[in-house]
């Protein structure tokens, strides 16, 4: 039986997206209703098995790099300050402030939450 959730957030309108797979089967007994609804931030704690990266292809058909995820623990985010996480990741450099960069097979991946 499969179980998972694909959790993604655009951080730039003209970034390139990055999309988590997260294979919850594991963890399956313990996820609340709340916790796949759509629009819901959850936290993940797991490991990466796999990372498929968007076939080459022009700027206007930019397809979204996969990241597969094993969870072990997943708990929901509840009150989120959206505008202070984006500010963080930015800060961390997982995505540049100007326009016409993106998240590429070089830059480092968002974190987890709330993909």
Request: proline share 9%; net charge positive.
């Amino acid at each position: 039986m499969a179980a998972v959730l694909t959790m993604q957030h655009k951080l730039l309108d003209d970034s390139i997206p990055v999309q988590a797979a997260v294979d919850v089967k594991l963890v399956l007994e313990s996820l609340k209703g709340d916790q796949t609804r759509v629009g819901e931030w959850l936290n993940v704690i797991g490991y990466i098995t796999a990372i498929r990266p968007p076939p080459h292809r022009p700027p206007a058909h930019r397809a979204a790099t996969v990241v597969r995820i094993q969870a072990l623990l997943v708990w929901s985010s509840h009150a989120l300050d959206l505008q202070r996480y984006e500010a963080s990741v930015r800060a961390l450099g997982g995505v540049p402030r100007s326009a016409g960069g993106g998240v590429g097979a070089s830059d480092p991946l968002l974190p987890p939450t709330g993909i």
